[in-house]
């Protein structure tokens, strides 16, 4: 079974307001990613994470932001969401090859 | 940078055939995966593949790693209904600048019962 959860896994919020995606994992995995989905399309790579207070962009630029204070845990930050956000965002983790996905968090910024 | 070209983009096949996908890369490659993605979940590893030419088999589905590096395909015998989802290649270069896997755009299967 899959040790990595990201929460809430569907979100419907207005314009403007700030949202946390939560995203833990209890396996002791030092990398950590968030990528971004739209439907039935391809995984877009965001942000990334190799440890504790350490945090890297990834391929798709991204107004997100993200922290890594512990290393289980690794959350993505919008300070003002736009209906151009309106995505699925994906979490993952891993110690040598494979990556373990968390199952996503629907947004729609409305 | 590191591209993985994947194909076909999607498939609707009749349940019960098999099933054939591959991706391509012009860089070598040190790990070759597979994944599976059903609607609305993340996704999840089915085969991992680790050395030049290795093939292996998980259920009805077999992948191999090809000579070249370069390649690796997917096959999934005797299709039916829940194969339906976006299966996705991935590969992992130790050398990369990012040491991350390079995703390829996914194979979309749809089953026809």
């Known amino acids: 079974e899959a040790d990595i959860y990201q929460t809430p896994r569907y979100l419907v919020i207005g314009t403007g307001k700030k949202i946390t995606l939560e995203c833990s994992q209890t396996?002791?995995?030092?990398?950590m990613y968030w990528y971004q989905q739209d439907p039935g399309m391809e995984l877009h790579l965001i942000h990334y994470?190799?440890?504790?207070?350490?945090?890297e962009k990834g391929d798709l630029s991204s107004e997100s932001t993200v922290s890594r204070i512990r290393t289980e845990h690794f959350p993505l930050t919008l300070e003002s969401a736009r209906p151009s956000h309106t995505s699925q965002y994906l979490c993952?983790?891993?110690?040598?090859?494979?990556?373990?996905f968390g199952s996503g968090t629907r947004l729609t910024v409305v | 940078g590191q591209q993985l070209n994947q194909s076909p983009q999607s498939m609707f096949i009749q349940e019960g055939e098999d099933v054939s996908m591959n991706c391509t890369s012009s860089?070598?490659?040190?790990?070759w995966l597979w994944y599976k993605q059903d609607p609305g979940e993340g996704p999840v590893l089915l085969i991992a593949?680790?050395?030049?030419?290795e093939l292996t088999s998980n259920g009805r589905l077999t992948a191999q790693f090809g000579i070249t590096r370069k390649d690796s395909f997917l096959n999934i015998s005797a299709s039916i209904p829940s194969d339906v989802g976006i299966y996705f290649c991935?590969?992992?270069?130790?050398?990369?600048?990012?040491?991350?896997?390079?995703f390829g755009k996914g194979t979309k299967l749809s089953v026809k019962p």
């Open positions: 993952a983790s891993s110690a040598t090859f494979g990556y373990t």
């Open positions: 396996m002791g995995h030092d990398k």
């Open positions: 994470s190799y440890g504790v207070n350490s945090t």
């Open positions: 860089s070598i490659f040190n790990t």
């Open positions: 593949l680790y050395k030049a030419g």
């Open positions: 991935a590969g992992l270069n130790y050398g990369g600048s990012q040491g991350n896997l390079i």
